[in-house]
C-alpha cells in the first residue's frame, strides 16, 4: 500500500510540500478499515495547481479504492491549515511518503517531528 501510494502521489509531486499516512495503517494495523493520508500543498486553495492536485487526489483515492478494497481517506491542507493541525497528525504515528520543502514557509516541520 505505502509503495503503491508513494508512486502514485509522484505525479503530483510539484504541488506537495509533505504527505503522509496516518492511523490505523501507519500503526500497523493488521486489518485496517480504510487508510488515512494527508497532503500539504504550498498552492493557493484558488488557484489551478490547487484545483489540479485535488483531481489528482480523487484519482489515486478511486485507484486506492479500486486496487485494495480499501477506502482512502484524504486531508488536503494549506501551508497555514497544517501548522493549526501538525500536532495532531504528528501524535497519530504518521509515516511521510513525500517531503519537499520548497519554500522557507515549512521550516518549523523539522523543529515540530522532533518534539
Known amino acids: 500500500m505505502v509503495s503503491w501510494l508513494k508512486q502514485n502521489l509522484a505525479v503530483a509531486q510539484t504541488s506537495i510540500v509533505e504527505a503522509g499516512i ?6 500497523g494495523v493488521n486489518t485496517p478499515n480504510d487508510c488515512d493520508l494527508y497532503v500539504v500543498s504550498h498552492k493557493s486553495p484558488d488557484s489551478t ?4 492536485l485535488k483531481c ?11 486496487k485494495f478494497k480499501l477506502t482512502l481517506n ?10 493549526e493541525k501538525k500536532e495532531f497528525f504528528l501524535c497519530n504515528s504518521s509515516k511521510i511518503l513525500i517531503k519537499n520543502c520548497p519554500t522557507s514557509h515549512f521550516s518549523g516541520l523539522e523543529e515540530a517531528r522532533r518534539r
Not at 495547481?49 to 489540479?52: A, D, F, L, T, Y
Request: charged share 20%; hydrophobic share 40%.
Open 74 to 83: 484524504v486531508v488536503l491542507m494549506t501551508l497555514g491549515e497544517w501548522e
Open 56 to 66: 489528482s487526489l480523487n484519482k489515486i483515492r478511486e485507484g486506492f479504492n479500486s
Open 49 to 52: 495547481q490547487w484545483q489540479q
Open 22 to 27: 496516518f492511523g490505523s495503517v501507519s500503526k
